[in-house]
């Protein structure tokens, strides 16, 4: 990872300690996919926090808090569960994103302003009913809703909550101790007595009123001081210094149990903005591990991990899939550009008459020549291909491309090419299989043999890195996916600005 860590390892490591492996063993029991992604994120023991605390990418606990506070193996696995599904649903990285644009959504034309309290109440609300449907122990002076269970969207949860709260007051001076029983009202349903966090709504409102005004951090000087006296002013325990904390205090609330951090990184913006991606990226493969190792676990445990987890390395999953049909959005993109044009008789593709015997009028304007390259990587999805070569068969037999269609199989290179002019001729190609994955090859393969085409969609798993993307694009390839992409993966495309359609059931 290439985030800074926000607290230094200061304190006892109970990472061999039975409490902590006991912990892990009711995880995998109860809730393997939260399990997978402890065992893969690094775990700080530290004094900087006063109970346990995430900011994205590592998880901080007081092994005070761990041992003491939280009763059971059953509380102290719900707690590492907790932390985990912060990091799955990007809560720190959107949090901080909110932030910086300075509101939530839009609503017509006003804007819905954003509140760090409202937003991390709304995190706990889903994270913790999952961890409960799991059957984990709930951990004392948590947050939970009866009206909120774990599929519920987070972002819709936020807005309903933040609609209910009242707009907070002009602070002033004299109405400084009075925040601290705005905050423990509105967090009523916990008892910070138990749980170890008496002192956390005193800085959540403070923060709060940062993100919903957008003003200086002014109000929240009082909950920084707080949180800089907790880490020693910037002085860990043991003399070690601690980084610069001011941002990562713009976005921090305690509510709840635990406490929420954004993610920082070094360099100059560019360098951190990279740097984030590849973190974001790194979480997403592992939560897609996470996903696929527990589906080969499923006898292990209770229940299966929620929607909201599942969609966290944008794998195929329910709720994830495209709301358009993907045949009709192929069928769309082809056949809308073909039936422009008048009909014409004159132009008579002689290739096309000698290998089929076929004399048919074409389309001033219409489709002359399609290119269908295919990713024969062994990765891809036979299924999916075998789909869309049905329906491209389909196309070309409604199309009559005057110049045919060339097929190129390609992998890391182009491995063969194939000119057809039916949708027969498609099905009888046998594809063959094997190597990587470097599409923008056809798009070389095109540019040296000076071939004209009106389209050139390219059927692939998408495990293509981020300059194969560029090429594509800059070739005007539109990308046809064999399903959901890993998420890393799937990012590469999306930056690169590729049109994509994607085959699912």
Known sequence: MRAIKLFPSNAEDLSNSMLYVEALVVLQSKAWAYYSMVGQTEVIWTSGVRTAATDGVYIYINPDFFRNKCKTPSQRAFLLG??????????????KAYRKRGFFAM?????????????NKA????????????????????????????????????????????????????????????????????????????ADSESDDDSDDDAESGDEAGDGDE?????????????????????????????????????????????????????QRDDSEEIARKI?????????????????????????????????ASDTDWRAELSDLLINHGKTGDATWKRINRRMLTNLGVVAPSRRGSIKRIVWTVDISASVNREALDKAVIELASAIDILTPTEGVLVIFCNHAVHSYHEVY????????????????????????????????????????????????????????????????????????????????????
């Open 422 to 505: 039916s949708g027969g001729e498609l099905l009888d190609l046998e594809i063959p299989s094997g190597g990587g994955t470097t599409m923008s090859a056809a798009a070389d393969f095109l540019e040296e043999t000076g071939l004209e085409y009106d389209f050139h969609l390219c059927f692939t798993d998408g495990e293509m890195d981020f300059d194969d993307c560029q090429k594509c694009a800059a070739n005007d390839m539109i990308i046809i996916l064999d399903g959901q992409p890993y998420s890393f993966y799937q990012r590469h495309l999306d930056r690169a600005g590729l049109r994509q359609i994607k085959v699912v059931s």
């Open 288 to 320: 897609d591990e996470a996903v696929e190792s527990e589906v080969e676990n499923m006898d292990r445990q209770t229940t299966e991990s929620s929607d909201q987890f599942k969609a966290g390395g944008n794998r195929v999953g329910d709720g994830v």
């Open 107 to 119: 609503s017509g034309n006003e804007q819905v302003s954003f509140s760090h309290y409202d937003w």
């Open 223 to 275: 909950a920084g001081d707080e949180a800089g006296d907790e880490a020693g002013d910037g002085e860990a325990e043991g003399g070690e210094p601690t980084p610069d904390m001011s941002e990562a205090e713009a976005g921090h609330s305690a509510e709840g149990h635990d406490e929420h951090f954004e993610p920082q990184y070094d360099g100059t913006p560019e360098e951190q903005a990279e740097a």
């Open 123 to 198: 995190g706990d609300y889903v994270i913790n009913a999952d961890l409960i449907a799991h059957g984990l122990e709930f951990i004392e002076g948590g947050l939970l809703d009866s009206r909120f269970t774990r599929d519920d969207r987070v972002d819709a949860v936020y807005a309903e909550i933040h609609a209910e709260t009242p707009p907070e007051p002009e602070p002033s001076e004299a109405d400084d101790d009075s925040g601290d029983e705005s905050g423990d009202d509105e967090g009523s349903d916990q008892d910070d007595s138990e749980s170890g966090t008496e």
């Open 82 to 95: 907790h932390e985990v599904g912060h990091i799955v649903l990007q809560h720190p990285q959107r949090s």
